[in-house]
């Protein structure tokens, strides 16, 4: 069982930056992938980014891609998403997701383990 807490959700203007975490405990975190995934109101959750369990690898949905990172730091069990240049349509929630193996996974049912979400609002 893996445990995924996020944090670091708020309130930004357009342009603006924010950094989220996702703070796992309970197996061995560097033996997930994970995922960071979006929904907004009204709206299907959507794939935003994904890191291997190493941090050498990482995937991006092309609306986030050169504006969001995924890095993590498995010696403290935390995986960041760092938004830049964020735009009033990345509005939603944000949820981290844990999936074991080597692949990196865009879609939801490939992932076994889901953070309760963090909200981020980007004000025009």
């Known amino acids: 069982q893996v445990q995924l807490v996020e944090s670091g959700g708020g309130l930004v203007q357009a342009g603006g930056s924010l950094r989220l975490s996702c703070a796992a405990s309970?197996?061995?975190?560097?033996?997930?992938?994970m995922g960071w995934f979006r929904q907004a109101p009204g709206k299907e959750r959507e794939f935003v980014g994904a890191i291997s369990g190493s941090g050498g690898r990482t995937y991006y949905a092309d609306s986030v891609k050169g504006r969001f990172t995924i890095s993590r730091d498995n010696a403290k069990n935390t995986v960041y998403l760092q938004m830049n240049s964020l735009e009033p349509e990345d509005t939603a929630v944000y949820y981290c997701a844990a999936r074991g193996g080597y692949a990196l996974g865009y879609r939801g049912y490939e992932y076994n383990y889901w953070g309760q979400g963090t909200q981020v609002t980007v004000s025009s």
């Open positions: 309970g197996r061995t975190f560097s033996n997930y992938a």
